[in-house]
């Protein structure tokens, strides 16, 4: 290479709209699914906009570096499946998408969400492991259909407030996180989490349940009466 060049960047592939149109798939139950994944694009087509009567729409495994603000086109759309691009940030056009109920943001860049993801009413999963998260907005605690969020992969050193605010979620995936664990009052430690789900108790067992209690106990009479 000669100096003073710089290496060419990869251009993403394009896709016509003829292709996009051959890529779209029905499914048993009448619902449009429009399969854009593996393409190896860098951006959202603007030709899909002619495409928008869709109930789902897979752009997972590209080089997609950006959510165009016309993905609110997608009004219908109940699946949106971004997994493994290279997400940086949301537009705030994606809490127009009313109809959603499952968004996989999985794998990506994104060191920050939009606070329009709490007017996702219906929304029931989100993922959002291996990104570089730090906080949720606290719109999140507005889902109050959320049954299940991803958080795996992150950078989050505390579970976040406004989960507790979702009576409906069932579990929460925090793996791999940098979760501080209170030692003595005023003092930290910082704990790398191999493996945390946080489950609603309604979910256990009886005999699971019954352990947890004794050891709420336990916990509780230690704290107030020491060692």
Do not use: W
Not at 39 to 47: F, H, R
Request: aromatic content about 4%; proline content about 4%; hydrophobic content about 35%.
């Amino acid at each position: 290479m000669a100096k003073g060049k710089k290496p060419k960047q990869t251009k993403g592939k394009t896709i016509t709209l003829k292709m996009a149109q051959n890529c779209v798939e029905l499914s048993l139950d009448g619902k449009r699914c429009l399969d854009l994944s593996l393409k190896e694009i860098s951006t959202v087509p603007k030709c899909i906009q002619k495409l928008c009567e869709m109930d789902e729409l897979n752009l997972s495994r590209n080089l997609i570096r950006k959510v165009p603000n016309f993905i609110d086109d997608f009004i219908r759309v109940q699946v949106l499946d971004l997994h493994s691009n290279y997400l940086e940030e949301l537009p705030v056009t994606i809490g127009r998408l009313q109809n959603l109920l499952v968004l996989n943001l999985c794998n990506n860049r994104l060191t920050s969400l939009p606070n329009e993801l709490g007017l996702l009413k219906k929304l029931h999963t989100l993922n959002l492991g291996i990104n570089q998260l730090d906080a949720l907005p606290g719109s999140i605690g507005a889902l109050k259909e959320l049954r299940h969020i991803g958080l795996s992969d992150n950078k989050f050193t505390r579970v976040p407030g406004c989960l507790s605010r979702l009576n409906k979620l069932e579990r929460v995936n925090l793996d791999r996180n940098p979760l501080l664990a209170e030692q003595t009052p005023g003092q930290e430690s910082l704990v790398i989490s191999e493996r945390l789900y946080l489950v609603k108790e309604s979910f256990l067992c009886e005999d699971c349940r019954s352990n947890i209690q004794t050891d709420r106990k336990k916990l509780e009479d230690f704290q107030k009466n020491g060692p």
